[in-house]
């Protein structure tokens, strides 16, 4: 037999290349009061990102969960979506967990990205459906990720790509500002507002979208867990947070500053929005939320 020597994946260190070729925009924020950059069109090159990663032999765990109908809803357009604009140019393996692997269509797929589907047993409530990923990421970055991908993005099935989502938005931890959100102040954010749940938070920085989050494995490791722990503990008082995963995860940014943020141009509400001027470019869409057959 051979024996097989396993090795975490080591970090690398993330390009910033915007502050070099930062073109002007003054229209919107581009930078954290802790200075991470928030990522708008028109402030960085892609090429230059995806030269800098190629050197760097970056690539990315992809992770989408679909469970019940939102399989048959949403993934097809989610992946032949993401074939065309999603890391185009480095290694992506998708991580696709189901309830009826059997039910997954094949796909072709481009040079170097590969699929991976595991079975995952689904929850009665979709509040738990979308809660407990955070278990199964925690898991399968233990198991495989931390060995074969220095990055990781975990998203929502429900998520269309339209347009170039590059190597520009991997970084050591990377949040989305939600598109409902950003325009708005701080006491209408909908943080967890009950001091019984671990997510409670009085204050924060910005509300952020848990349909899309990734870093570093080492870094979102610490993120789901944290989110997966405050979510165990809630069950054991009896408290649910108001928006579930997203209310954690909001929590957890404000605990541990993410380093890159992305413009909501990375997860855009096309459907509530139309002609916002500082959106140059909608990256990814949300898909149309059917919830009366989704959800009944
Ligand atoms: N999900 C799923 N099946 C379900 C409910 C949720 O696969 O029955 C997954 C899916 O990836 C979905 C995510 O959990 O995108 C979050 O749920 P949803 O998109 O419904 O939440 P929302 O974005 O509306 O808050
Ligand atoms: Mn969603």
Known sequence: YTIITLHHQNTITTPSLHYIIKTARTDVPTQTPWKAPIMWEGMFDGTLYDKAHLEANSSVALTVFA?????????KSFIISAEKHFMIGIPVTYY?????????????LGPERTMKVLYVPRHARWQDISMMRMKTLSKIIDLEISYTYPYI???????IFENRFGTEALGESVAVLHSH???????????DRNPKSK?????????????????TWQNVKVLVDFCYNGIMEDKKNNVEALWHDESHLNKYYWLHKPTKLLSPEYCWDVISF???TEIKVARMTWAKKRYDVLRA
């Not at 959100?181 to 943080?191: G, P, R």
């Open 153 to 159: 993005f975990c998203l929502d099935v429900d998520s």
């Open 67 to 75: 469970i019940g109908r939102y399989l048959e809803a949403y993934l």
């Open 199 to 215: 997510a409670y938070m009085k204050t924060g920085d910005y509300y952020y979208h848990a349909a899309l989050f990734g870093g």
């Open 181 to 191: 959100y950003y325009t708005v102040k701080q006491d209408e954010f909908t943080y």
């Open 274 to 276: 139309i002609n916002r």
């Open 96 to 108: 696709i967990f189901t309830d009826i692997p059997e039910d997954i269509p094949d796909f072709v």
